[in-house]
T-cell receptor, first 112, second 114 residues
């Protein structure tokens, strides 16, 4: 089973920041938080990952709380092309059991 | 191309037929994963290879499902005696290292069993 909880859907106005929350209260010390997104009819696409520090790349920012029990993915200026299902995943990076377990994700609708 | 390539993109099979789905990972990628995605659901893990070794097949739903990667590159997912509940998108992903978590996914093969 997925170790994360996400809201099933969210709306965001185009041009505004989209903030997608994720709860992972049972995360272990050696588990990373990953975010992927899946645009309709495509395979999932990696966005970002982090362990305990906040991370930023060209796609998004990841804010992880100090206790690591929750995180927020931030899309700073959402566009219509950001409409997708966003998956928050926890994973032990160095474990031999390397499968990624997807939950149901958050369906993000960007409104024009 | 430089990405993960899957074929066929669409497959329609009659119940009871055998199907084979192919995955060409990114060149040099050590790890290869297969996922099954039913309509409206997140991808469900099927199996994982590191080079030619199948290290985890715990997600294969029955013995009708078989995956191989004999030379550590191309992989084939075979489904024998297909049933309607096998209808789904089958996603393949590859990764260069097993410890970074960045998987590169193909666009999937959509299987419809009539």
């Amino acid at each position: 089973d997925a170790k994360t909880t996400q809201p099933p859907s969210m709306d965001c106005a185009e041009g505004r920041a989209a903030n997608l929350p994720c709860n992972h209260s049972t995360i272990s010390g050696n588990e990373y938080v990953y975010w992927y997104r899946q645009i309709h009819s495509q395979g999932p696409q990696y966005i970002i990952h982090g362990l305990k520090n906040n991370e930023t790349n060209e796609m998004a920012s990841l804010i992880i709380t100090e206790d690591r029990k929750s995180s927020t993915l931030i899309l700073p200026h959402a566009t219509l092309r950001d409409t997708a299902v966003y998956y928050c995943i926890v994973r032990v990076g160095l474990n031999r059991d390397d499968k990624i377990i997807f939950g149901k994700g958050t369906r993000l609708h960007i409104l024009p | 191309g430089a990405g993960v390539s899957q074929s066929p993109r669409y497959k329609v099979a009659k119940r009871g037929q055998d199907v084979a789905l192919r995955c060409d990972p990114i060149s040099g990628h050590v790890s290869l994963f297969w996922y099954q995605q039913a309509l409206g659901q997140g991808p469900e893990f099927l199996t994982y290879f590191q080079n030619e070794a199948q290290l985890d097949k715990s997600g294969l739903p029955s013995d009708r499902f078989f995956a191989e990667r004999p030379e550590g590159s191309v992989s084939t997912l075979k489904i024998q005696r297909t049933q309607q509940e096998d209808s789904a998108v089958y996603l393949c992903a590859s990764s260069f290292r097993t410890d970074t978590g960045e998987l590169f996914f193909g666009e999937g093969s959509r299987l419809t069993v009539l």
